[in-house]
């Protein structure tokens, strides 16, 4: 009986430290990208809104203090239909929506995404939010991949406003097409997925990411934000699914590719 009370006290302790923890994490990335004053302005905000007081700054999400913060600008949905894009990748393409710059850092962060030498890929990357995130940690390079011409223009500019803030960040090139057809580099490699296209493109780019894996042998981590095609994953035995805490689980899935 003692034992198993102290068996379960400890994982309570250990669940108690790692909610702190990712509160914590959760802080020091806020004020990082959106800095102190507007991190201090959005805590003032939620305790304001608890005592059922909406207010303006409580309103704005984390992208757009993201973009006050570092002068760009990737917020705001854009639907398929505006995009100039070919009926054969409309047909499959999922519509521009960013990601949230918070809860991406903050995740990388406890996936331990850089403990080697990685390229960083978001499939689909519209503005260019997450590579511009991605930038804050240090990745051998950055690539966004897209296929609509404004879009790639819109990322290939944020992209280059934040590089004219910090220099030495990692480099970042935004590859413009479909996705299918992109090479990936023989580089071990962390890929993120924010729901970008149907079951169908996601099967023939999951496949081809399988095939380049098998001929050159490498790490490769699989982010994938609304996974709502993770079926494609769960069932290939060679991407075993991290367990993730609670605060990620209902809205991504993570895989390791497993080189026997
Ligand atoms: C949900 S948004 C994700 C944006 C970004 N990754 C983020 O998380 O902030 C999906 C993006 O995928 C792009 N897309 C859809 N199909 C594509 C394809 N076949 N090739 C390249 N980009 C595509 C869309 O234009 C859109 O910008």
Same mark, same amino acid.
């Given at each position: 009986m003692v034992f198993i009370r102290s068996i379960l006290f400890k994982s309570l302790e250990h669940t108690k430290i790692s909610k702190m923890s990712l509160t914590w994490r959760r802080l020091h990335w806020s004020i990082r990208l959106h800095g102190m004053r507007l991190t201090v302005s959005k805590m003032a905000a939620r305790i304001?809104?608890?005592?059922?007081?909406?207010?303006?700054?409580?309103?704005?999400?984390?992208?757009?203090?993201?973009?006050?913060?570092?002068?760009?600008?990737?917020?705001?949905?854009?639907?398929?239909?505006?995009?100039?894009?070919?009926?054969? %990748?409309?047909?499959h393409a999922v519509e521009y929506t960013p990601s949230c710059p918070i809860e991406l850092a903050v995740l990388f962060e406890h996936l331990n995404v850089t403990p080697s030498k990685r390229v960083f890929i978001d499939f689909?990357?519209?503005?260019?939010? %997450? *590579?511009?995130?991605?930038?804050?940690?240090?990745?051998?390079?950055?690539?966004?991949?897209?296929?609509?011409?404004?879009?790639?223009?819109?990322?290939?500019?944020?992209?280059?406003?934040?590089?004219?803030?910090?220099?030495?960040?990692?480099?970042?090139?935004i590859w413009k097409g479909d996705a299918r057809e992109y090479p990936l580099p023989d580089f071990p490699l962390v890929l993120y997925f924010?729901?970008?296209?149907?079951?169908?493109?996601? *099967?023939?780019?999951?496949?081809?990411?399988?095939?380049?894996?098998v001929k050159v042998p490498r790490d490769?981590? %699989?982010?994938?934000?609304?996974?709502?095609?993770?079926?494609?994953?769960?069932e290939d035995v060679r991407f075993r699914s991290r367990q993730l805490p609670s605060l990620f689980s209902n809205r991504f899935a993570v895989y390791d590719w497993q080189s026997s």
């Open positions: 304001l809104e608890r005592f059922g007081v909406p207010t303006a700054e409580s309103l704005a999400d984390s992208v757009m203090l993201f973009d006050r913060r570092f002068h760009v600008s990737t917020a705001g949905d854009v639907d398929t239909q505006s995009l100039n894009l070919s009926p054969q %990748v409309r047909e689909g990357c519209g503005k260019g939010l %997450v *590579t511009l995130v991605a930038t804050q940690f240090p990745f051998l390079s950055v690539v966004g991949v897209e296929y609509s011409d404004e879009l790639c223009r819109l990322a290939q500019e944020n992209v280059r406003k934040l590089r004219s803030l910090n220099p030495s960040s990692p480099d970042v090139s924010y729901n970008p296209f149907d079951g169908v493109v996601m *099967t023939e780019i999951i496949a081809r990411l399988a095939d380049s894996l490769c981590l %699989v982010i994938y934000r609304n996974p709502v095609h993770r079926r494609i994953l769960d």
